[in-house]
């Protein structure tokens, strides 16, 4: 009973999490949770696998050949492992969206960019469309900015705008985890501060996962962070404890920038 | 300025211009503008010789008469100097070619560039590519002998010569041209484009088609515009496949004459040089030269339009 009350409060939970790229053990033994609607912020040093641990939940690595993962991640309330080769990767990508490090946006108007989630499901009515392209740029406050212009193409905008137009392509289709990979390391101060403040607004509405190189944006968004060596998760706690007192030397060393 | 400071800007020392190195760079650039320009040279004296040849026929024939009347028949004694059935036969062939190369071409340049496992890939793209380098004669006779008498038995009133089976033909040769260059296209495409879409829930199939098509679709275009320019200028196929007679049809089950089977005839005949009959093939190839600048310009203006941006 204590378990399922406490699995209310989370949206995903991960086991004794492996990963390998071909032999090489990338991730190893990860034990993790995220709790729904809040924002878990995945820092550490480059290579230390925070982007392979971030691409686990929308099985991402099924695309290459020659990827393994070991152990689970469970989605709640499904109470479902996703990781299991009986779940298809497609089902669990429709639940679970994923904004990349560079913005980008397909080859098409602004209008179907964020379209392309629905009418890859299928969805052809012309209304649904609408109100879910409207509602996901509303989301993603870009709407004001491109309401005129929603038929030119996704590469006349900014970087920052595309970067937008990433999320609300990401947030049309509901999703209930969104995934953040350094979502502002191509973009400059100005929309790096926007793209923050959007995340900080969407975790009302989404359970978020964001990786990033930047302690400072984790300590400003985030609720809890994770911190990341060498394929190990060596402290997971709220953001506050893990940047006022982390309980390992380690952390504390990377987090005053002593290492890393 | 003053003298002064100009004469101390003057003085370089070690920092001067190498004369030698200066000399041996020169020699380097005019070596690799004059490989570049040959191309350039030889193709506008191609032009020049077409143009030059194709007045002296357009002398004794109106443009009016050449682009209106339906009868090819400068070698006969009542003589008549109408391309239209050469730029039939032309069309008609190369369409059916198209029809086969253009979607054949684009499936296995998809299939190869977004589904097929590595092993697979690297065995099909030589085989492919091999089917390239066979020669156009062995084609030819490919076509008149084992493809016309198969096709005989679906339409027993297929002709012996007959565009249908030179332009199958043909299509299967155009076919490694258009997959290779599409699927190379299709393959530029950054891999986060892909990502993109796999994330979003996208199948490959809907992947392939919805983002990485249109993203190359400057590259696709292109590989298009070279089959087309390729099915257009064939030659081989056509006059040994499709018969020598001049014939004013869209049906391809009939015998006809492309432009290019016209000149092999005419060129490899006995006519006295310098006659009308002789005259008629730079016309005919001057036709040929602009029907495929066309194609090579609506290409281009393509490219410029839908450049590739990712």
Request: charged share 20%.
């Amino acid at each position: 009973m204590q378990d399922i009350a406490e699995s209310n409060r989370y949206k995903a939970e991960v086991k004794n999490l492996s990963f390998f790229y071909g032999t090489f053990n990338a991730l190893k033994h990860i034990d993790m949770v995220l709790h729904d609607k809040k924002i878990t912020a995945l820092i550490g040093p480059s290579g230390c696998g925070k982007s392979t641990f971030l691409r686990c939940f929308n099985r991402m690595h099924d695309l290459y050949p020659g990827n393994r993962y070991e152990g689970n991640i469970m989605l709640y309330p499904d109470n479902v492992n996703i990781l299991s080769p009986k779940v298809d990767p497609i089902e669990v990508r429709m639940r679970i969206s994923m904004v990349f490090q560079k913005p980008n946006p397909f080859p098409k108007s602004i209008y179907e960019n964020v379209a392309y989630g629905l009418r890859v499901r299928g969805i052809r009515q012309r209304a649904i469309l609408d109100e879910k392209v409207e509602n996901a740029l509303r989301n993603a406050a870009l709407w004001d900015e491109v309401k005129d212009r929603l038929s030119d193409l996704a590469f006349n905008l900014s970087g920052g705008q595309q970067q937008r137009l990433c999320i609300a392509r990401a947030l049309a289709t509901d999703p209930e985890i969104l995934l953040f990979d350094e979502p502002t390391s191509a973009l400059d101060p100005i929309a790096t501060a926007s793209i923050e403040e959007l995340i900080a607004d969407l975790k009302d509405k989404v359970t978020i996962l964001i990786v990033t190189h930047n302690m400072q944006q984790a300590a400003r968004v985030s609720d809890y962070t994770a911190y990341m060596y060498l394929g190990e998760l060596i402290e997971f706690d709220e953001t506050d404890t893990i940047f006022i007192k982390p309980q390992h030397k380690q952390t504390e060393d990377y987090i005053t920038g002593r290492f890393g | 300025m003053s003298k002064q400071s100009s004469e101390k800007t003057d003085h370089v020392g070690r920092l001067g211009y190498s004369y030698r190195r200066n000399l041996h760079e020169r020699f380097i650039e005019s070596v690799l503008f004059l490989s570049a320009f040959l191309s350039v040279i030889i193709m506008l004296a191609i032009i020049a010789m077409l143009v030059k040849e194709s007045v002296i026929f357009f002398q004794h024939v109106s443009i009016w008469e050449f682009l209106t009347d339906t009868q090819w028949t400068p070698l006969f004694n009542d003589a008549h100097y109408g391309i239209l059935p050469l730029v039939t036969g032309t069309l008609v062939s190369s369409m059916v070619a198209l029809l086969v190369a253009l979607p054949l071409g684009t499936i296995i340049a998809i299939y190869l560039s977004e589904f097929a496992p590595f092993a697979v890939r690297e065995v099909a793209k030589p085989f492919l590519e091999l089917l390239g380098g066979i020669p156009t004669v062995v084609y030819g006779y490919f076509a008149l002998l084992f493809v016309t008498p198969l096709l005989q038995l679906i339409f027993p009133q297929l002709p012996g010569f007959n565009l249908l089976s030179a332009g199958l033909v043909m299509g299967i040769m155009i076919i490694p041209y258009v997959s290779s260059m599409t699927e190379d296209a299709m393959r530029a495409v950054p891999m986060h484009l892909r990502e993109g879409s796999y994330a979003m829930g996208a199948t490959r199939f809907q992947t392939a088609v919805r983002v990485v098509a249109p993203a190359a679709f400057s590259g696709i275009a292109a590989a298009y515009i070279l089959g087309i320019s390729r099915a257009v200028g064939e030659t081989m196929v056509v006059a040994i496949a499709a018969g020598m007679q001049p014939n004013l049809t869209w049906n391809p089950m009939e015998p006809a004459a492309t432009i290019t089977a016209y000149i092999v005839q005419v060129s490899l005949g006995d006519l006295p040089h310098g006659s009308i009959g002789y005259q008629t093939i730079f016309a005919a190839g001057l036709t040929l030269l602009l029907m495929t600048l066309v194609f090579n310009i609506i290409g281009h203006i393509m490219r410029k339009r839908y450049r590739e941006i990712y």
